[in-house]
C-alpha cells in the first residue's frame, strides 16, 4: 500500500524512507536510515518533485501513483542530479511517457551522462528566475550551484509560500511515520544528523550555502521542503540560524574537541591527562574521540560545532598515523576554518607526526595553531607536567 503524507492541500510527499543503507554515498554511517523526499503538486497541471533513489523505487513508484489517483503526471522538474534522487527519472518518463522534463541546462548535460539511453519526449529548460505555472501553484526556479553539485536549482511556490530547497536543509534520518518539524524532537534527537549531514555533505561549501540563505531571506518562505529529512512549518528560524552559522564556519559552542589515534593506548593516556587538565583549569565542555574507533564524518560535524581542538597522533613510517591524518584531510577538505588547535606528537624515535599535521593545518584559513607542539617520546613523562599545563593554558586562553 502507499505511504504518502499530505503537506497542505494540493501538495503530497512521496517520498520513501531507507533503513537498510548502511552509508550514504557508501561512505557515512546512518544509523537512523534516511529518507528520500519527493512531492506531488495537483493543480491544473501536476508536478513531480525530485524522484528518489533506486533503492525505494517500487515504494515511490507507488506512491506517486496513488497521488495522482488516475491524472497524468505533466511535469518532473529535476533539482539535483545525485542518484539518490533522479534515479527513477527514467521510470517515471516509461510510465508517464507525455511528461515533459523540467531542468536546466547542467541538469540535462547530467541526465545524458548518467542515463544515456533516457530520452525524454519533450523537455523544458530553464534557468534563473523562470516560473512554471501550474494554475493556483507556480513555480519559480532559483539557482543553488554547489549546495551540493553545479546543477542544483531550489524552487519557490507562491502560493503556499513554500521553498523546494534541494539538498539543502536536509538531515540524514528515516522519517519514522512523522514529516513536519513540529511531529518530532528535533533538537534532542535530530540535530546531530543534521549537522553531520550538513558538515560532511555541504560543508565544504559555506560561500554558497551563504549565497542561497541571501536569495532565501528576499522571499517570504512559510515552509522548506528538503530531499531528506523533516518538512520545515513551525521553527524555520531554527534550522536557518544553525545553516547560517555552519556555512560561516562560526563554532556553536566554546568548548574543546580532543581526536586522537593511540596504538597501543600510550598517546590515548596523553590525551586523558591532558582531558584532565583541561577540567582542571575550568573547562566544561570536552569531547574525546579515538580517530580509529569513531567514523570520520562525527568527529567532522564536532570539529564544526567547538570553538577548540586538540589532535593527538603517533608517527607512523616516517608521516602520520592515518586515521588521523585522514580526520585532518577531511577538515581541509571541508575547508573548516576560524578554530584554535593544539597539536601532540608521539615518535618512540623519531617523532615526525607534529611536523606533518602542521603541514595540513597550515595550509586551512584562520587555524591559530598553539606552539609548541607537544612531543611525547613512547609515552607522557611526569616531566612534562608542566608542558601539559602550559599547552592546556594556551589553547584555553
Ligand atoms: Fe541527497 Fe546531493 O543528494
Given at each position: 500500500?502507499?505511504?504518502?503524507?499530505k503537506?497542505?492541500?494540493?501538495?503530497?510527499?512521496?517520498?520513501?524512507?531507507?533503513?537498510?543503507?548502511?552509508?550514504?554515498?557508501?561512505?557515512?554511517?546512518?544509523?537512523?536510515?534516511v529518507?528520500?523526499?519527493?512531492?506531488?503538486?495537483?493543480?491544473?497541471?501536476?508536478?513531480?518533485?525530485?524522484?528518489?533513489?533506486?533503492?525505494?523505487?517500487?515504494?515511490?513508484?507507488?506512491?506517486?501513483?496513488?497521488?495522482l489517483?488516475?491524472?497524468?503526471?505533466?511535469?518532473?522538474?529535476?533539482?539535483?542530479?545525485?542518484?539518490?534522487?533522479?534515479?527513477?527519472?527514467?521510470?517515471?518518463?516509461?510510465?508517464?511517457p507525455?511528461?515533459?522534463?523540467?531542468?536546466?541546462?547542467?541538469?540535462?548535460?547530467m541526465?545524458?551522462?548518467?542515463?544515456?539511453?533516457?530520452?525524454?519526449?519533450?523537455?523544458?529548460?530553464?534557468?534563473?528566475?523562470?516560473?512554471?505555472?501550474?494554475?493556483?501553484?507556480?513555480?519559480?526556479?532559483v539557482?543553488?550551484?554547489?549546495?551540493h553539485?553545479?546543477?542544483?536549482?531550489?524552487?519557490?511556490?507562491?502560493?503556499?509560500?513554500?521553498?523546494?530547497s534541494?539538498?539543502?536543509?536536509g538531515?540524514?534520518?528515516a522519517?519514522?511515520?512523522?514529516?513536519?518539524?513540529?511531529?518530532?524532537?528535533?533538537d534532542?534527537i535530530?540535530?546531530?544528523?543534521?549537522?553531520?549531514?550538513?558538515?560532511?555533505?555541504?560543508?565544504?561549501?559555506?560561500?554558497?550555502v551563504?549565497?542561497?540563505?541571501?536569495?532565501?531571506?528576499?522571499?517570504?518562505?512559510?515552509?522548506?521542503?528538503?530531499?531528506?529529512?523533516?518538512?520545515?512549518?513551525?521553527?524555520?528560524d531554527?534550522?536557518?540560524?544553525?545553516?547560517?552559522?555552519?556555512?560561516?564556519?562560526?563554532?556553536?559552542?566554546?568548548?574543546?574537541?580532543l581526536?586522537?589515534?593511540?596504538?597501543?593506548?600510550?598517546?590515548?593516556?596523553?590525551?586523558?591527562?591532558?582531558?584532565?587538565?583541561?577540567?582542571?583549569?575550568?573547562?566544561?565542555?570536552?569531547?574525546v574521540?579515538?580517530?580509529?574507533?569513531?567514523?570520520?564524518?562525527?568527529?567532522?560535524a564536532?570539529?564544526?560545532?567547538?570553538?577548540?581542538?586538540?589532535?593527538?597522533?603517533?608517527?607512523?613510517?616516517?608521516?602520520?598515523?592515518?586515521?588521523?591524518?585522514?580526520?585532518l584531510?577531511?577538515?581541509?577538505?571541508?575547508?573548516?576554518?576560524?578554530?584554535?588547535i593544539?597539536?601532540?606528537?608521539?615518535?618512540?624515535?623519531?617523532?615526525?607526526a607534529?611536523?606533518h599535521?602542521?603541514a595540513?593545518?597550515?595550509?586551512?584559513?584562520?587555524?591559530?595553531?598553539?606552539?609548541?607542539?607537544?612531543?611525547?617520546?613512547?609515552?607522557?613523562?611526569?616531566?612534562?607536567?608542566e608542558?601539559?599545563?602550559?599547552l592546556?593554558?594556551?589553547?584555553l586562553?
Amino acid at each position: 500500500m502507499q505511504c504518502t503524507r499530505k503537506v497542505t492541500d494540493g501538495i503530497y510527499w512521496v517520498g520513501a524512507n531507507d533503513r537498510r543503507l548502511a552509508k550514504f554515498e557508501n561512505m557515512f554511517p546512518i544509523p537512523r536510515g534516511v529518507s528520500y523526499n519527493s512531492y506531488v503538486i495537483l493543480d491544473g497541471k501536476t508536478a513531480l518533485m525530485d524522484t528518489a533513489d533506486s533503492s525505494v523505487a517500487e515504494r515511490f513508484m507507488e506512491n506517486v501513483a496513488a497521488v495522482l489517483d488516475g491524472r497524468a503526471l505533466d511535469y518532473l522538474v529535476v533539482q539535483h542530479m545525485e542518484p539518490d534522487h533522479c534515479a527513477n527519472i527514467a521510470a517515471i518518463i516509461e510510465k508517464y511517457p507525455d511528461v515533459t522534463v523540467v531542468g536546466n541546462a547542467k541538469t540535462m548535460q547530467m541526465i545524458g551522462q548518467f542515463y544515456s539511453g533516457t530520452k525524454a519526449k519533450h523537455t523544458l529548460l530553464v534557468k534563473e528566475g523562470d516560473k512554471l505555472p501550474l494554475g493556483e501553484h507556480e513555480l519559480t526556479f532559483v539557482t543553488a550551484p554547489m549546495v551540493h553539485w553545479p546543477e542544483v536549482m531550489v524552487s519557490y511556490e507562491s502560493k503556499e509560500k513554500i521553498l523546494f530547497s534541494a539538498d539543502a536543509f536536509g538531515t540524514f534520518g528515516a522519517l519514522n511515520g512523522a514529516l513536519f518539524d513540529d511531529e518530532i524532537f528535533f533538537d534532542a534527537i535530530w540535530m546531530e544528523d543534521a549537522r553531520r549531514y550538513y558538515t560532511n555533505i555541504v560543508g565544504k561549501y559555506g560561500p554558497q550555502v551563504q549565497a542561497l540563505l541571501k536569495k532565501a531571506a528576499g522571499i517570504e518562505i512559510d515552509m522548506i521542503c528538503p530531499l531528506h529529512g523533516p518538512v520545515w512549518r513551525s521553527d524555520l528560524d531554527l534550522l536557518l540560524e544553525k545553516y547560517d552559522q555552519w556555512s560561516r564556519y562560526e563554532a556553536e559552542e566554546d568548548g574543546v574537541l580532543l581526536v586522537y589515534g593511540s596504538m597501543y593506548g600510550n598517546t590515548e593516556n596523553a590525551v586523558e591527562v591532558l582531558a584532565a587538565e583541561m577540567v582542571e583549569q575550568g573547562m566544561k565542555n570536552i569531547k574525546v574521540y579515538d580517530a580509529s574507533v569513531t567514523d570520520c564524518s562525527y568527529l567532522i560535524a564536532e570539529a564544526f560545532r567547538y570553538s577548540r581542538i586538540l589532535v593527538a597522533a603517533p608517527t607512523y613510517n616516517a608521516g602520520l598515523f592515518a586515521p588521523v591524518e585522514h580526520f585532518l584531510n577531511d577538515m581541509k577538505a571541508l575547508n573548516l576554518q576560524n578554530k584554535k588547535i593544539a597539536l601532540v606528537e608521539n615518535g618512540s624515535w623519531a617523532p615526525m607526526a607534529g611536523k606533518h599535521m602542521k603541514a595540513i593545518v597550515e595550509t586551512m584559513k584562520n587555524m591559530e595553531i598553539v606552539e609548541p607542539v607537544l612531543t611525547l617520546k613512547s609515552a607522557i613523562q611526569p616531566a612534562q607536567t608542566e608542558d601539559v599545563k602550559k599547552l592546556v593554558e594556551e589553547l584555553l586562553k
